[in-house]
Every structure is written in C-alpha cells, then in structure tokens.
C-alpha cells in the first residue's frame, strides 16, 4: 500500500503563534503533495498543490504569506500556519501523489488544529 | 461548478448491499470517475475508480453507464465501519487535482 503520515495529529495553539505541520508519504516518493483544509461539516477544500523543490501553487483566496508550504524532498512537505488566529482553527488534511505505479493520490490521516 | 451530483444522505441496513449513486452528466471523454470515502475525523480514502467499463475491487464495485452520464458505488456486504462520507469525483487524467463536493453520509444500521 501507499501511506501518508502526518505529524501532529491535533495541536492546540495560542492565538499569534505559528503551527508546523508535517506530511510524509512513508514508501514511495511523491513529487507533488496537496494541502486540503476541512471545516466541520463541510467538505475538503484544497489549499494549495507543493512541488519537490518549487514553490507551491495556491489556490484563489488562501494567503501565501499565512499559509507557508514547503516541499524540500521527495517525502516530506510541511504547512505552516503563521499568526494563527482561531478562525484558523480546522482540520488540515495533506495527500500524496504516486509518481508510479498506480498514480493515485493517498491521503493522510489529517491534523486537528485549535487555536485559542 | 460541481461536476458531480450525488444524495445527501442514505441508510443502509448491516450485511446488505449498499448502492451509491452518482450523476456526471457533463463528464468528458477524458475524465474518469473516482469514489472515496471519509469516515469521521479521519483522512479520505480512495475505494476504487474506472473510465467506461466496470470495476471491481476488494472493496466494491462501479457500474458506469454506458454513455457515462451517472455510476453507481456497490458495497457488496455493508458493515458498520463503512459508515462514511462517500464522494463520487470526475477528474481528467492529466489533472491531479481532486474537487470534493458534499458527497454522501452513508449509515450503516445492524
């Protein structure tokens, strides 16, 4: 199988802080990640698509500059949420696209962040 | 624009097939169909997806029509733990993006 890791699993946050998110895809390598965000009952909205080794593609009305996305290997790309504030309280979902093989996207098990 | 219509919601009783319809009327040539599912809290998963025949997996099976316009999601023997969301997604082949709509709550009763 393909998975996908993520780290933490739920972080709770002051409001102005910065939160790292980390996205592993475990066995195989994937040059292109994708950042997804959930509100409670909603649906998954995508952020923005990470790149091995370019910068990241957003999507309209997610702020770069909040939002920081780096993808600096083949198995490891990170979201930062930068001057958090509770609205940015959500549930942050990142997956993976498999170069071979079967080249689906695999999705990992999500970040629960709260801030407070 | 939602390329993909699908029921709000759907009960299903334990043990039976559950049938997950799908309309894409506006599906290209190039498109394919893709079913995952979220069970609450946790990360989506890809069930199984297909083009223009039918497909079966461990999981389930798709039956797409043929002129492609709707598909149908079979999950042969329902348990409690497939009680999820279900998305039925259109993407063309040489698009990774995946665009969720509301999808479905199924929910498995015993």
């Known amino acids: 199988g393909a998975v996908v890791s993520q780290h933490p699993s739920w972080v709770i946050c002051k409001s102005g802080t910065s939160v790292k998110i980390e996205c592993r895809s475990l066995d195989f390598q994937a040059t292109t990640m994708f950042w997804y965000r959930q509100f409670p009952k909603q649906s998954l909205m995508l952020m923005a698509t990470s790149n091995e080794g370019s910068k990241a593609t957003y999507e309209q009305g997610v702020e770069k500059d909040k939002f920081l996305i780096n993808h600096a290997s083949l198995t490891l790309s990170t979201l930062t949420v930068t001057s958090a504030h509770p609205e940015d309280s959500s549930f942050y979902i990142c997956?993976?696209?498999?170069?071979?093989?079967?080249?689906?996207?695999?999705f990992g098990p999500g970040t629960r962040l709260t801030v407070t | 624009d939602a390329k993909t219509t699908q029921p709000t919601s759907m009960d299903c009783a334990e043990g039976r097939a559950a049938n997950l319809p799908c309309n894409h009327s506006?599906?290209?040539?190039?498109?394919?169909v893709y079913w995952y599912r979220q069970i609450h809290s946790q990360g989506p998963q890809y069930i199984i997806h297909g083009l223009k025949n039918n497909e079966t997996n461990e999981m389930a099976s798709l039956i797409i029509t043929e002129d492609r316009k709707s598909s149908t999601l079979i999950l042969p023997h329902a348990t409690l733990r497939d009680t999820a969301v279900y998305y039925c997604?259109?993407?063309?082949?040489?698009?990774?993006?995946?665009?969720f709509g509301a999808g479905t709550t199924v929910t498995v009763r015993a």
């Open positions: 997956s993976a696209f498999k170069r071979e093989g079967a080249r689906e996207q695999y």
């Open positions: 997604i259109v993407r063309a082949s040489n698009d990774y993006k995946l665009s």
């Open positions: 506006t599906i290209s040539g190039n498109e394919y």
